[in-house]
């Protein structure tokens, strides 16, 4: 029962996070850096703290008790976290929901199941998995193997992104995708698949705080928000600083007294695209109670944003057009991808 409740959480996650963009599709007349800016004030500032509050409304307390390295070192998981994340919007913007988050949360998926045992192979840790572990037992080798299949998939994926740019003319991509960009987005979707499996680390490495809650007697299906905090901080600056860059450079900051744009519309969409991306960290941390931090959790939260990601692409029509040898091959590529979802699953459970 522990085990589906787990992957019923995970799954509601990756639904908030594979349709978090879609509003932001409904916002006009805005620069990307302004959206994003108000959405990432939700995400990381507002809800998540006012989630905290409901769930576990002594989480400052355990947070100012808690040791200053603890703290450090989350934050310093959600900075480059954050850098992720923030490229993740862009990889989105310039590949679409399906092509995008393929090929982001596969690197995502991989790095994020290698990132914790590679961590543990330069400071061993007792009751932790290094990648030295990983290479001399069959479980440990087989999500190596779903890990490098996963890659396999993602080059498939970027195989048909290219086919898909050959074969349709730049009015057609634009109809889907507005700003589309090949060889830009997926520079940017590989740094963001590998920097965005550090959330994965933040989890872990805020695990003191997060037990901290559970022996103050608050209920451990809430665990975890209070280590979402401190991560969120740390991608809250990253992101905050860089918008703000943009926004004084592109003058854009004038977008938000632009009485020619809807300006109360564009916030409601911003606000509301905000909190979906903040509630897939919201389930992930109630799956994560019921089966732990490992690759299996990691994995069932971002195959299950690949999927609705993707149904979302088909929605929109982003391979409307296109030969019908090139949806297969990214049928193909999703396909393997979520396979080696499964092989790193079973093999992180043996």
Known sequence: MQALLGVLYHSLGGIASGSFYMPYNKVKGWAWESFWMLGGLFSWLIVPPLVAWITVPGFMDIIIASSSQ???????????????????????????????????????????????????????????????????????????????????????????????????????KKKSVAEFSLVKGLIIAVISGILSAFFNFGIEAGKPLAEAAVEAGYNPLYQNNVTFVVILWGGLSTNFIWTTILSLKNKSYKDFTNKS???????????????????????????????????????????????????????????????????????????????????????NSM
């Open 261 to 347: 744009t809807p300006i109360k519309k564009n916030i409601m969409f911003s606000a509301f695209a905000g909190t979906l991306w903040f509630m897939q960290f919201f389930f992930y941390g109630m799956g994560e109670s019921k089966l732990g931090n490992g690759a299996s959790s990691w994995i069932l939260h971002m195959s299950t944003i690949i999927l609705t990601a993707n149904m979302w692409g088909i929605y929109r029509k982003e391979w409307s057009g296109v030969a019908r040898k090139t949806k297969l091959t990214i049928i193909a590529g999703i396909a393997i991808i979520l396979f080696s979802v499964a092989l790193v699953g079973i093999g």
């Open 70 to 172: 603890i703290l450090l070192i989350t934050f310093l998981m959600g900075l480059l976290w954050g850098v992720g994340g923030l490229s993740y919007g862009l990889g989105v913007r310039y590949l679409g929901m399906s092509l995008g988050n393929s090929v982001v949360l596969g690197f995502c998926a991989a790095f994020g199941a290698l990132v914790p045992s590679i961590y543990y192979s330069i400071i061993p840790t007792e009751g932790k998995v290094s990648f030295t572990d990983m290479l001399g037992s069959p479980g440990g080798q087989l999500v190596l193997l779903g890990v490098f299949v996963c890659l396999v998939g993602i080059a498939i994926s970027g195989k048909a992104g290219m086919m898909k740019e050959h074969e349709l003319t730049d009015e057609e």
